[in-house]
């Protein structure tokens, strides 16, 4: 079991000049349970020397208002200047209020009345100890105050010395922003000059195929179609048999059918007619249905739900050249015995969806091994889909299909 620690004594500076006075005082301490420790001191004159060594030598003076040559008052207002004396409790035998009020103004810390009874003498212990504990408090206050203000000035030095940094760190970051902004709106033109001259590159492509498709159908075609008919027309007048080792003229007209097919079809993938004349949407189906004719084992489904008037004319040949490489894609290479093609409207986005259900395969790995620099498969849809503000997405895994989807601005 501890035992508690015996506490320090209050020690305490009587001055008072009647022996009687003295000896009932100290008895008085003695009995009380708190310890305390007395120095007596006759003359008020004698407080400086007792207290020579500062005032942590006494806890509290204990000061008699009648003393010889000077009253106790007055000797205390003498010792007041000095910012180191213990709290002073004034003791009297013949006070009076305005006396008391004078010393408490003086800055005395409790006035005691010597009643003839003694009465006083059994309240002094607990009198002298309150006047310890609240000196002790002002002291602790006056302390935390002091650390108090010294924290607040130091606070205030670093506040201003922050704030001096933050002022120039915020004078950096907006010439900072200035500048970026500038590259940003840099950056932002150059980009828009990009997509413009991808735009202008994209439309001169497709003039050109435009051209070639069309010298294709009405020079090359029409050519092979006169010939043809000359062929069946000579075939048509021949009387006599030809010649044995000679080639058939069947065999001929054959030869050129098939090759003014080719050249229509060469001509159609290049930029079908169909899509200046008819529109997106007779030439999606056109396609799909034609697809899957040269597919037969593949089934193509379509769902289009929107207008040719909901789609930018500039969009539309993009929406075709992703359509064409995704079901030809999808066609020669999945596997796949559906193939849904899907071009809807929502908000103020058009998206179209080319989805089977082959084998799949990894888009990242396609991605890296395709040529940069060969315009076509899935990098060539997804800088077409760039090229006018739209985005491209290749959803598939082994074994999983296949959609690809292209949303467009409307």
Known sequence: MNEKAPSSPIRILLVEDNEHDQI?????????????????????????????????????????????????????KKLQQKSDVPPFVMLTGTGSENLAV?????????????????????????????????HTDVVTRLKAEADLKKAHSELEKKVALRTAELSRTVEALVEEIAERTQ??????????????????????????????????????????????????????????????????????????????????R????????????LGLLATIKWYCRSSGELHA???????????DDDVPE??????YRVLQEALNNALRHSGADTIRVSLTAAKDRVRLCVKDNGCGFNPEDAIQKADPLSGYGLKGM???????????SIDSSPGQGTTVCLELPL
């Open 102 to 134: 004078d010393a408490l103004r003086a800055g005395i810390y409790d006035y005691i009345i010597k009643d003839p009874n003694q009465g006083y003498l059994l309240l002094l212990p607990l009198k002298l100890k309150d006047v310890k504990q609240r």
């Open 314 to 319: 500039y969009s539309k040949i993009v929406i």
């Open 297 to 307: 084992d593949s089934r193509i489904e379509t769902k289009l739900a929107l207008k």
């Open 183 to 264: 590259t940003e709106k840099a950056l932002r033109d150059s980009e828009q000059a990009l997509r413009h001259l991808s735009l202008k590159i994209i439309e001169t492509q497709e003039n050109e195929r435009r051209q070639i498709a069309k010298e294709l159908h009405d020079s090359i075609g029409s050519s092979l179609a006169a010939i043809k008919f000359a062929v069946e027309g000579k075939l048509q007048t021949m009387t006599n048999g030809p010649p044995s080792d000679a080639v058939p003229l069947e065999k001929i007209a054959g030869h050129i059918h098939d090759t003014i097919k080719e050249v229509r």
């Open 382 to 392: 997804s800088d077409r889909a760039e090229v006018v503000g739209g985005s491209l």
């Open 266 to 277: 060469i001509s159609t993938n290049l930029r079908p007619s169909m899509l200046d004349d």
């Open 24 to 76: 009932a005082f100290l008895r008085a301490l003695e009995k009380a349970d708190t310890p305390f420790e007395v120095t007596v001191c006759e003359r008020a004159e004698g407080i400086p020397t007792a207290l020579q060594t500062g005032s942590e030598s006494f806890d509290i003076v204990v000061l008699d208002q009648n003393l010889p040559g000077i009253s106790g008052l007055a000797a205390y």
